[in-house]
């Protein structure tokens, strides 16, 4: 195993080891409440389930953040405080997934069934995902309230979940369940959908908790961030959409649904604007219906106009452009630095899960 390696893996672990502790505070907490023994059975593999798993990206980047703006290594006191911050974006996505899927009729997430696939679980997924939003609030309450930033942490949490929100709005409304009107697609919609249901979220979210941690408080160092991070955000959503299509399940630990469930994703946008009109009828009469024949049919348009070909052309301009962005930044002590967002890149560039 190479030091990189070596180094990465031991970094996770470190990170990792800190979510026993705080899922042992929230049992604790409401074990206090007077709680039955089979509820906090309940919470505990709410927890289990759908926290862990991940990759942890989102989690990871605010300690990897915090630690560049901070110039070295973390107190004991700030990693443990920058890898709660990290679970609790960590807890965000569960709850997003868990809702999420129910929404899209999925089937499998990180490798397993999704939650409300599992035997007794079902609806009460939803339960159980508004549960690890509550998880969050606690948290920071317990751990934050004293520290001056306190009410900025909450108001990006409060802001994220809603723009997200906004985003999984779009995505369902321009393709709603069992109504096929291809014209309803663009590649406009699938950038809104990008910044608003991922980009906020999984980018911009874990470095502006860091930097509100770090002490940084110029209005315009967050604006520049969020002019880097949110470009981030949809090359990385894009990812998502041909990873959908193109990944190895036994590596992104999902199966494809985004051509059976009609979503207006960056694969069947680009393939209408470079389709000939037989190739379009195929994917008017096939895009978005639950049946493996149609699926086929529409991978097989896919592959004619060569979308592996356009996304690889696709992620290495917006590699280009993206890190255009990053030497643009004026580095200054106590303020925004490279390494932040070049870090954060590396962690999508030519990802393949």
Same mark, same amino acid.
């Given at each position: 195993m190479s030091a990189a390696v070596s180094n990465g893996q031991d970094r996770r672990d470190r990170f990792t080891a800190v979510f026993p502790k705080l899922k042992r505070e929230l049992l604790d907490f409401v074990t206090a409440q007077g709680f039955p023994v089979d509820a906090i059975s309940c919470f505990q593999r709410n927890l289990d389930y759908n926290v862990l798993g991940g990759k942890l990206i989102r989690g990871l980047s605010v300690v990897d953040t915090r630690e560049i703006l901070h110039g070295g290594s973390l107190s004991e006191d700030e990693y443990f405080k920058s890898a709660l911050l990290g679970w609790c974006v960590e807890l965000l996505q569960a709850f997003f997934l868990v809702y999420d899927d129910i929404m899209d009729f999925s089937i499998t997430r990180r490798g397993q069934p999704c939650w409300y696939k599992v035997e007794g679980v079902g609806m009460l997924a939803?339960?159980?995902? +508004?549960?690890? !939003?509550?998880?969050?609030?606690? /948290? %920071?309450?317990?751990? +934050?309230?004293? !520290?001056?930033?306190?009410?900025? /942490? %909450?108001?990006?949490?409060?802001?994220?979940?809603?723009?997200?929100?906004?985003?999984?709005?779009?995505d369902l409304i321009t393709a709603p369940e069992n109504h096929f009107d291809l014209d309803r697609f663009s590649l406009s919609k699938v950038q809104l959908i990008a910044i608003y249901k991922s980009a906020y979220f999984s980018c911009y979210l874990p470095v502006a908790l860091a930097m509100h941690m770090a002490g940084i408080k110029n209005e315009a160092a967050f604006k520049q961030a969020q002019d880097i991070l949110i470009p981030i955000g949809e090359y990385g959503q894009v990812q998502d959409d041909y990873l959908d299509c193109y990944g190895v399940p036994e590596r992104t630990g999902k199966i494809g649904t985004d051509i059976l469930d009609n979503k207006c994703s960056w694969n069947v946008n680009v393939a209408l604007a470079n389709c000939t009109p037989d190739q379009r009828k195929v994917l008017d009469e096939n895009y978005g219906r639950k049946d493996a024949v149609c699926e086929a049919k529409v991978k097989k348009v896919f592959l004619a106009v060569d979308i592996p070909g356009k996304y690889t052309v696709y992620e290495q301009e917006s590699y280009e452009k993206i890190n255009g962005l990053i030497n643009a930044i004026n580095e200054t002590p106590g303020g925004l630095k490279r390494d932040v967002f070049r870090a954060f890149l590396a962690k999508l560039y030519k990802r393949t899960k």
């Open positions: 939803i339960r159980d995902a +508004f549960m690890l !939003e509550g998880a969050i609030f606690h /948290l %920071l309450k317990s751990h +934050f309230r004293k !520290e001056p930033y306190y009410v900025d /942490l %909450l108001e990006l949490f409060h802001e994220t979940t809603f723009q997200t929100e906004l985003g999984q709005l779009i």
